[in-house]
């Protein structure tokens, strides 16, 4: 065994010397992974933690990686996917269930049912739009919890308002959570991309001004199924206006935001966008033939948020989520966003022990940067965590009650903590290992060019079976990368920042059929063990949306590479 004092280089032939045979079993912790999911239904926590013993079994016998820098290696991983990922879903379900406990979730659902009746629009306006928010801030099953239920109140057949409200959940995805996912990208392929040297929080950037230029198509296709799926052909020739102009105003705004604002905030501000769009709209269009709610709000017992009056009443509404916008715009002014840069630079970097001899496969350059900048890490989850003291001096609740209700969230999350800290922890000893080295190549040498269309399934197929986009990008993004230089070249960081983006971007259409999200739909929906009915009514779109966009990723890898842009 090596000591910390010399070097391990990555070897993507460990097996035998042979490729083929060494990306066949590198491929066993993920089919461990996805079998203890898929088959045996375990726990994603415990299949997670089992997957990261026999990934730790493979690094250390099979690619010969010294125990010490595997250790280390899995415990970086922890440390990004609690403090990084977990410090930003936990202050955005708190800042949510802040307005849940106040009862201003209630006032902001009737002030958008008070909007129209009319069932198409709202399965736009609550399902698309609010439920584009609510992945914004929180993600991880969290919209479709939250919209399905709106929409059954609303008058919606319960199987109904769940593949609406599935369907709608794929456009926003990539960008969900503040931009976990994105941020995954950037942390998880810093090591593999170009020389190794590039900035985890500039290659995030990249990869989410990729995003932005490809989501977008897909933004403006959801809108119009979804009518289509509330009242069918009439529906479509009734409200198709409104549906193009709901999904055109989400995905400018998504496309801008991504490439000039940032991506933490792109759905937040697409969201916006668009409900404020649709409101606009609808005061000068009024659809034909309207699908009414049948709901009656009458009998339901009023909260006091609910019996306040005039601007209060919005305000209270909408509050968590102006204050979000209004906090991360002032962190992009330029003045604030090199301030902080340079403290950070200056005061908050720190060396992460134990990595500093692990050499990549072309030895040159960390295979897993020693070197973490914590305000990278931490920054978005603390902005958040402001938001969410804003929010509750806003509806002047009491530290004791907002800390009871951050403490209740915590608790809420627990096993997700869990299963999100081991899947980094597995990526992470993957990537530094070798392992993804040598499954990404013997795919880039078994599909050569077609890889371009399987890019986006690999994705696809990672959110179908661990539910989330940011798990699949720690998973897979690594082997993204490497897949593309063996296909074309390792000088090629444009394919390269298209494979990895499209790991993300392509995940979100398998986001309506991961059992997770199945399972958050059928008991919002009041439909308690029927998630295979509902998977039966949300297979096709998926495959529709999958094979629409990877044929996008191939002409953006041939014909139209000037959409790719490439980092510094």
């Not at 627990?414 to 070798?434: P, Q």
């Not at 063996?486 to 991961?514: E, F, P, R």
């Amino acid at each position: 065994m090596l000591t910390l004092m010399e070097t391990y280089q990555q070897n993507a032939a460990a097996v035998g010397g042979t490729l083929w045979i060494s990306a066949l079993v590198a491929a066993l912790p993920l089919v461990v992974l996805f079998v203890m999911l898929g088959v045996f239904k375990v726990a994603a926590w415990k299949a997670a933690l089992a997957t990261v013993v026999v990934t730790l079994a493979l690094a250390m016998f099979v690619w010969r990686m010294p125990g010490a820098f595997a250790a280390s290696s899995t415990l970086e991983g922890l440390f990004f996917g609690i403090c990084q990922i977990m410090w930003i879903l936990i202050p955005a379900v708190w800042m949510y269930n802040l307005s849940v406990k106040q009862g201003w979730d209630r006032v902001l659902r009737d002030l958008l049912s008070g909007i129209t009746k009319d069932l198409r629009v709202l399965a736009i306006l609550i399902a698309f739009c609010f439920g584009a928010l609510l992945e914004a801030l929180a993600g991880f099953g969290t919209p479709v919890a939250i919209t399905a239920a709106l929409l059954v109140a609303a008058g919606m057949k319960p199987l109904k308002s769940a593949v609406v409200c599935m369907l709608a959940n794929t456009a926003p995805v990539a960008f969900g959570a503040m931009g976990a996912p994105i941020t995954v990208l950037g942390t998880s392929t810093a090591s593999v991309f170009g020389d190794g040297k590039l900035d985890p929080a500039h290659l995030a950037e990249v990869f989410g001004q990729m995003a932005g230029r490809q989501s977008p198509f897909m933004a403006v296709l959801v809108p119009l199924f979804l009518v289509f799926l509330v009242d069918g052909k009439r529906g479509l020739k009734d409200t198709w206006h409104i549906a193009l102009a709901a999904g055109a105003i989400f995905a400018a705004v998504q496309f801008v935001g991504s490439n000039f604002v940032g991506y933490q905030i792109t759905d937040v501000l697409a969201s916006v966008a668009c409900i404020l769009g649709i409101l606009i709209i609808l005061r000068f269009v009024k659809p034909k033939n309207p699908v009414l709610a049948e709901f009656d709000h009458s009998a339901e017992q009023k909260t006091a948020a609910q019996l306040t009056t005039g601007g209060a009443r919005v305000w209270g509404a909408i509050a968590p989520y102006v204050i979000i916008v209004i906090i991360f715009s002032i962190s992009q002014l330029p003045a604030v966003k090199s301030a902080i840069t340079a403290f950070a630079a200056e005061h908050l970097v720190i060396t992460w022990p134990g990595l500093e001899g692990c050499l990549n496969a072309t030895g040159s350059g960390p295979c897993v940067s020693p070197s973490i900048n914590l305000w990278s890490v931490l920054s978005t989850g603390t902005l958040l965590f402001l938001g969410g003291i804003i929010t509750a001096l806003a509806y002047r609740m009491g530290p004791g009650k907002a800390a009871g209700e951050f403490g209740h969230t915590v608790v809420t999350l627990k096993w997700t903590i869990v299963t999100i800290a081991c899947v980094l922890g597995l990526a992470y000893i993957m990537n530094a290992s070798g392992i993804t080295l040598s499954l990404g190549s013997g795919l880039a040498e078994g599909t050569g060019f077609a890889f371009a269309f399987l890019s986006p399934v690999l994705g696809w197929l990672g959110v179908a079976i661990t539910g989330s986009d940011t798990s699949s990008n720690a998973l897979f993004a690594s082997m993204q990368a490497n897949a593309a230089k063996g296909v074309w070249g390792a000088d090629s960081l444009s394919h390269q920042v298209l494979m990895i983006t499209s790991n993300s971007t392509g995940g979100c259409m398998g986001k309506m059929i991961s059992p997770q999200s199945l399972s958050v739909a059928a008991a919002a929906a009041g439909m308690v063990n029927q998630e295979g009915v509902i998977f039966r009514k949300v297979i096709g779109w998926s495959l529709v949306l999958l094979v629409i966009f990877a044929l996008l990723v191939v002409l953006q890898a041939t014909v139209l590479t000037g959409m790719v842009p490439v980092p510094r």
